[in-house]
């Protein structure tokens, strides 16, 4: 159970470039549940996920996973509680370590790093049995370093590595969205497959409202940092991206442009 | 070059290996460019002179030597991560205010060790000229150093400090403090950089206040020249190369003194560092293009 209250994000406050990215957000997510984020650019979806991790932190409101206020804990303090896959998808990598050298810093999230070996015996078979999974071949390639592997690869390895160990909360910022259709269409299957597999409550932010319709079972969306709408199964299912537009219309009470989002 | 300035020369090789280890920590495995080492150097060197000279015992003193270069390297990193000064700015702030704690420390520019009991005299019980003892000694010292260095980068610990370095939002993600990260890397930086200036002033004989300058750039030098006669596949290789860059940069220098032909003389020596360094960094570079030009032609 994820329950954000009333959170509000302030950048440059007191100058000419203050910008309220977030203006009193409040959400709650049951366990379990696959929640999408629509809205469009400077809408808060990346600060909005940046407070959940904690990278950026929030000038009120509380922010509760798994029944913890975590609101004043740093990103390393949560990430017990909070797993993330990035956009970019170099960044959820090292490139100069090894794909095990990568999947061993991830079991140990949220945990004691001791001075044994990194790299154990007893993880090796968990390990290639997870790559083999992504049906990439990387199980085969555990000693190879993440930098020759393509952004596709890397990103599938960063989302394997996000969901190595249970967390409560998992974030996907717009995971597929720096790469290829085809890939982009890999990466999701894969999400939603890992997602289903471990029963985790996650909250993917995404560009593409066919997107935000076609997986999870919830979709919200975000306009001037507050939530603009939010719909659920089963009233969600059968919309389409023109239903979304009508649905923000009547809300907000005001037009919203279909290119002021992409879509695809 | 006679045999005696040769094993001299494998011999400060072998102490600047620690230094290269040391700079290796911050300048590869943590991207911090890390100009404390010219004040911690000295302060292992004061520290353990300082000690030595007051009647403590060798080994004793040379582990405060190391503590101290440790306390160094941590305030530096806490001035970037708490204080949030550059981090190349917090290191030259260190150096400079390590020069006045060294003088502090001695009491005095320089304080000789001469008929002091050190760590190395052991050695001359042994049946063998001193500069054959001393090399081996050191490298017995260099290659404990390297084991437990190359065992702690393939730790838990190690793992993480090295994705800090590498890419700081995804080590914070996976849980990983990347403050403590740096201090905890910063403080062994300079503890072994401390540990070179404390063999090195008693193999010298002294420590000097003036001792550290540049050697930074050794350091640099002998990594940087490491990489580029030893391609760092493995931590184990990278470390490696390390040690073998500090020996052959030593050795290119004896050499250029050594050789009368170019004329060189002692006082030309930050001059030629300065141009072995250019080209240890320049000429792996051309390496490519050299390739690709002859694969031209073939």
């Known amino acids: 159970m994820i329950k954000i209250e009333n959170l509000r994000v302030t950048f440059g406050q007191g100058t000419p470039l203050e910008n309220n990215a977030l203006r009193g957000l409040s959400l709650s ?7 999408t984020v629509i809205g469009s650019n400077g809408a808060g979806k990346s600060t909005f996920l940046n407070a959940l991790s904690g990278e950026v932190s929030v000038d009120s409101g509380k922010i509760i996973i798994a029944d913890k206020d975590v609101t004043s804990q740093a990103t390393h ?23 095990e050298e990568n999947l061993s810093l991830a079991i140990k999230r949220g945990k004691k790093r001791g001075l044994s070996l990194a790299n154990k015996k007893e993880y090796v078979e968990l390990f290639q049995d997870r790559l083999h999974n992504l049906g990439l071949g990387l199980e085969r390639r555990l000693q190879d370093r993440i930098g020759l592997l393509s952004g596709g690869q890397r990103q599938a390895i960063s989302l394997l590595m ?36 471990h029963k985790l409550t ?62 695809s | 070059m006679s045999q005696i300035a040769f094993l001299g020369a494998i011999e400060t090789g072998l102490i600047f290996a620690l230094v290269a280890f ?47 270069g440790g306390i160094a390297g941590a305030i530096t990193a806490w001035m970037n991560v708490r204080l949030h000064i550059l981090n190349l700015l917090a290191s030259i702030l260190s150096m400079i205010a390590l020069y006045s704690i060294n003088l502090r420390i001695m009491g005095r520019p320089n304080v000789a060790l001469l008929g002091e009991n050190t760590i190395l005299t052991p050695l001359d019980s042994i049946d063998l000229p001193y ?25 838990e610990t190690g793992l993480a400090m090295r994705a800090t370095g590498e890419n700081p939002r995804m080590a914070r993600a996976q849980g990983v403090s990347t403050s403590v990260m740096i201090v905890m890397g910063m403080a ?39 990489e580029a006669l030893i391609p760092a596949r493995t931590i184990l290789l990278a470390i490696f190369a390390c040690l073998i860059g500090a020996i052959f940069y030593r050795l290119a220098i004896a050499l250029a003194l050594n050789a009368d032909f170019i004329g060189l003389q002692a006082q030309d020596l930050n001059l030629v560092t300065a141009v072995l ?5 320049v000429l792996p570079r051309f390496k490519p293009s050299f390739k690709s030009s002859r694969g031209e032609k073939s």
């Open chain 1, 29 to 35: 997510v049951p366990k379990g549940q696959f929640v």
């Open chain 1, 77 to 99: 303090q949560r990430a017990k509680l909070v797993s993330r896959v990035f956009q970019d998808p170099l960044a959820g990598t090292c490139a100069n370590l090894t794909i």
């Open chain 1, 162 to 197: 996000a969901t190595l160990e249970p967390s409560q909360l998992l974030l996907l910022d717009e995971h597929t969205a720096a790469l290829d259709p085809k890939t982009a269409r890999f990466v999701l299957e894969l999400t939603k497959a890992i997602i289903e597999q």
């Open chain 1, 202 to 263: 996650a909250i993917m932010v995404t560009h593409s409202m066919r997107q935000a319709l076609d997986v999870g079972e919830r979709t919200l969306m975000l306009h001037e940092g507050k939530v603009a709408f939010d719909i659920s199964n089963p009233e969600r299912e059968g919309l389409d991206v023109p239903d979304l537009l009508n649905l923000f219309e009547q809300n907000k009470g005001e037009a919203l442009s279909d290119d002021g989002l992409l879509l």
């Open chain 2, 22 to 68: 040391g700079v290796f920590i911050s300048f590869r495995v943590l991207d911090f460019p890390d100009l404390t080492v010219d004040g911690s150097f000295p302060l292992g060197a004061a520290v353990s002179a300082t000690l030595i000279v007051g009647g403590i015992n060798p080994w004793l003193a040379t582990l405060a030597a190391i503590l101290a």
């Open chain 2, 131 to 155: 500069y054959v003892t001393t090399p081996l000694a050191f490298a017995l010292i260099a290659l404990v150093v390297l084991i437990g260095l190359v065992y702690f980068l393939k730790s």
């Open chain 2, 188 to 226: 062994v930086s300079n503890g072994l950089v401390a540990l070179a200036g404390a063999l090195f002033a008693q193999s010298q004989g002294a420590a000097d206040v003036t001792m550290g300058v540049g050697v930074i750039v050794v350091g640099l030098a002998s990594v940087i020249g490491g």
């Open chain 2, 277 to 281: 360094v250019a080209m240890a960094i």
